[in-house]
């Protein structure tokens, strides 16, 4: 009973790691998205300012 207890809490707190690093990786992913949406947002200004 007690080995299938501890295996279940390993098991959770492995869960809860790769969720942790899933959410890591989520943001990073957000910070690189956001960025490029800046960076092509500010070409698109001065691409339309030039035409002003």
Same mark, same amino acid.
């Given at each position: 009973? &007690?080995?299938k207890i501890s295996i279940l809490l390993t098991n959770h707190q492995l869960t809860l790691k790769d969720i942790?690093?899933?959410q890591h990786?989520?943001?990073q992913d &957000?910070?690189?998205n956001l960025m490029?949406? &800046?960076i092509i947002g500010q070409a698109q200004?001065?691409?339309l300012c030039r035409h002003l």
């Amino acid at each position: 009973m &007690l080995s299938k207890i501890s295996i279940l809490l390993t098991n959770h707190q492995l869960t809860l790691k790769d969720i942790s690093q899933n959410q890591h990786l989520a943001e990073q992913d &957000l910070k690189k998205n956001l960025m490029k949406i &800046l960076i092509i947002g500010q070409a698109q200004f001065y691409q339309l300012c030039r035409h002003l």
